[in-house]
């Protein structure tokens, strides 16, 4: 390949924010990444480190170590920071489920949104406020995860997180993110209608919400189909008057023959063909892949490969060099239509930010 452009530069031209969920543990120890990630990103997300689990070793401590460590490098580098999750129900700290109960959980909630989101108040982009909420297959009529937060707090938590999260940083854009509302199949259907149904309802009521993440871990080769589905979704969250960010995308590679050559082209036709659709629609702002390189990729410890041979899902592989989906998605924001400059109102929140 030739020498590699700019995800960033070729991005801006199109008022687009372009980065990767980062590990701090890398981030850290590697000159080759950081300058790697300053080169090609105006957005950033922790992969972990802002995760409960993470910041909350005790009820009553926090570690906010690697998360400084992160908002300073990429302060350093002028790179946006998502804030990346304030309520979720994976990855609570041990103690979570001793500890919490009904009487308790929600002030649990809206302390802890209070300390980080008020702690990186102004200097946040975006904070995924609530992830993964939506869960049909719970069977329940309004479509909600009967997660620990509903168990504990009844649906208003999803209420309380959101305006717990305004009040603590007024200029970051609150988020909801979620996956398995990207493709074609009756059970993405499903989850995005009773996505839609939520973030209906929260609208209704007022909640500070100006965002949806769609987190993108889709998948190559088989039956997998992303299209006409995924773009009324995105335009039913412009009725709503809400942006879209492409939060978390990977290309599962499982369905593909193990052959790298081959691999790497199916993997980087699905990025080129999926960043095609979605940024057809205007509110799509910013594309952030899940991880920078296939060695750290999740995919390579949850979801192994039946041949055993290690997932190439991401735009570098583990020396950390371009690989074709780099071009493919360079390629898609070269030929997307640029969106609009952003306005007055979206340059403020989440300016810096
Ligand atoms: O840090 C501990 C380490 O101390 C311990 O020795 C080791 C042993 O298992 O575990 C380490 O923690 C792991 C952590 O990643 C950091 O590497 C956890 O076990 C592991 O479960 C955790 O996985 C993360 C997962 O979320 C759960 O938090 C993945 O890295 C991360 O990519 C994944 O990201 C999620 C998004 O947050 C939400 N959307 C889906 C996405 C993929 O699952």
Not at 60 to 76: G, R
Not at 185 to 209: G, W
Not at 345 to 352: P, T, W
């Amino acid at each position: 390949m030739s020498e590699p452009r700019s995800l960033k530069a070729q991005a801006a031209a199109h008022h687009l924010l372009v980065g990767f969920a980062l590990n701090v543990q890398q981030l850290r120890e590697s000159e080759a990444y950081r300058r790697l990630v300053a080169e090609q990103s105006s957005i950033a997300v922790a992969e972990n480190a802002m995760k409960w689990s993470s910041l909350r070793p005790t009820p009553d401590q926090y570690f906010f170590e690697d998360a400084d460590f992160l908002l300073q490098f990429t302060e350093t580098n002028r790179i946006k920071l998502r804030g990346h999750n304030l309520c979720w129900h994976e990855q609570l700290p041990k103690w979570f489920g001793p500890t919490a109960t009904a009487a308790n959980a929600r002030s649990l909630l809206t302390e802890h949104i209070r300390t980080v989101a008020g702690r990186y108040a102004g200097r946040i982009h975006s904070w995924d406020v609530v992830n993964e909420a939506v869960e049909p297959k719970d069977g329940r009529p309004d479509g909600l995860r009967d997660s620990p937060w509903l168990k504990l707090i009844g649906e208003s938590y999803l209420e309380v997180a959101f305006r717990t999260a305004r009040q603590a940083d007024p200029t970051a854009l609150l988020t909801y993110n979620d996956y398995d509302i990207e493709g074609e199949t009756e059970y993405d259907a499903a989850k995005r209608s009773a996505v839609l149904l939520l973030l209906r309802r929260l609208k209704q009521r007022n909640v500070p919400i100006d965002a949806v993440g769609i987190q993108s871990h889709i998948s190559a080769g088989g039956q997998h189909r992303y299209g006409t589905s995924l773009q009324q979704f995105i335009r039913s969250c412009r009725e709503m008057d809400l942006e879209v960010f492409v939060t978390e995308m990977d290309v599962d590679d499982r369905e593909l023959p193990r052959d790298v050559l081959q691999r790497d082209a199916g993997v980087a036709q699905t990025y080129r063909s999926y960043l095609d659709t979605v940024l057809r629609e205007q509110n799509v702002r910013a594309v952030l892949a899940w991880g920078v390189d296939d060695a750290h990729s999740w995919l390579q410890a949850k979801r192994p490969r039946n041949d055993g041979a290690p997932h190439r899902p991401l735009l570098f592989d583990e020396k950390l060099r371009p690989k074709p989906a780099f071009a493919a998605v360079i390629g898609s924001f070269a030929a997307a239509r640029p969106l609009p400059a952003p306005s007055a109102g979206q340059a403020l929140r989440g300016s810096k930010r």
